[in-house]
C-alpha cells in the first residue's frame, strides 16, 4: 500500500487539493515519493522567477493526466510546501495518486 498523502475534496467533489513537497533544482523531473503526508516532486528548474512552480504545474498535469489549465497553485508560492488545486474528483485523483506511488515502490 502507498504511503498516505492528504488529499481534500472541493466544489462539492468537483476537485481536490495536493499537498506537494517540491524540490527544486534536480537533476530529474519527477516523482520523488512522499514527504510527511505530501507528494514529493523533483524539477530541474530552479526556483526562480516562478519557473519551478510552472514546472511542477506540468509535472502534475502529466501524472494526472489532466490539461494545464486544471492544475493550479494554490498555497506555498515561494515554499517548499505547497498545494495545489485539481479539477479532479477526489476519488479519481486519490486512484491515480495510489496507482503512481505503488508503481513507484516497485
Known amino acids: 500500500m502507498s504511503a498516505t498523502v492528504e ?8 476537485a481536490c487539493v495536493l499537498p506537494v513537497r517540491a524540490q527544486p533544482g534536480a537533476r530529474r ?3 520523488a515519493g512522499t514527504w510527511n503526508g505530501m507528494l514529493k516532486l523533483a524539477v530541474s528548474a530552479p526556483p526562480e522567477d516562478g519557473r ?8 502534475l498535469a502529466e501524472l494526472f493526466a489532466l490539461k494545464k489549465q486544471a492544475v493550479r ?15 479532479l474528483p477526489l476519488a479519481t485523483a486519490r ?9 513507484q515502490e516497485g
Do not use: P, T, W
Not at 7 to 13: E, K, N
Not at 95 to 103: E, T, W
Open 7 to 14: 488529499l481534500v475534496g472541493q466544489d462539492a467533489d468537483r
Open 29 to 31: 523531473a519527477g516523482l
Open 52 to 59: 519551478a512552480n510552472e514546472e511542477l504545474v506540468l509535472l
Open 73 to 87: 497553485l494554490v498555497a506555498g508560492e515561494r515554499s517548499r510546501q505547497k498545494r495545489f488545486r485539481l479539477e
Open 95 to 103: 486512484a491515480r495518486l495510489d496507482a503512481l506511488l505503488d508503481g
